[in-house]
């Protein structure tokens, strides 16, 4: 399976402008990690560029990256975003496909609240309530073109137990996408480095014409995290 961890990307998915480094005043009750965690986000120059376009996260700009590359957001497609909060990836999807203009549809779904986006539908619900995959459906009235996963579970710091957990969201996203894609569609979904369960990957190889990995630019170098991206459903 090939890995590609960069592509040709329009300046629109790139930050734009340099920034003076702000440093972090020690502050008291405020623990070393926490500093850290501050500085970084006050420094990073994507954190800087979404709050200036509005994005709602960093995030928005991995998914920007991604279609950059592979080019599958356009105008008209009918999308599903499984863990849609804070709404950076909806907010993209419905800037891409532009679903006021035509038939698209722009669908998301997240157990955290979401602040409604314009142009989509978002539902506060559990994506493993066994109801969710059928209100998903229901909302959709059709095939998907793109299932989008940026599904994530919180960090217990061990890293066999993260992956699994992580591994095994993408598993149930790729359950979904097979019910719902129509043939030529698109599955994108979170996992983490040390490569995709071969199970996983088994599957994802029977259902798409392509398969790949990215590591998209926004993905901050020290993170474990990377895409798979499979292209070409086959139905």
Known sequence: MAKDTRGSRPTGSLPTGRR?????KTARGRTVSSQQWLQRQLND???????????????????????????????????VDLGAAPGGWTQVAVERTKPGRSRGIVIGIDLTPVEPVPGATILAKDF??????????????GPADVVLSDMAASATGDTQT???????LAEAAHDFARQVLKPGGTFVAKVLRGGTERTLLDRLKKDFAKVRHVKPEAS???SAEMYV?????RG
């Open 128 to 141: 493993y309530d066994d109801d969710a995959p059928s209100a998903l459906i229901e909302l959709l009235a």
């Open 162 to 168: 993260d992956h699994m957990r992580i591994m095994g």
């Open 229 to 233: 991206v499979g292209t070409g459903f």
């Open 20 to 24: 003076a480094t702000v440093r972090v």
């Open 45 to 79: 120059p994507y954190v800087a560029e979404a709050k200036k376009r509005g994005y709602r996260s960093r995030a928005a700009f991995k998914l920007l990256q991604i279609d950059d590359q592979f080019h599958f957001l356009k105008a008209g497609t009918r999308i």
């Open 220 to 222: 901050r170098s020290d």
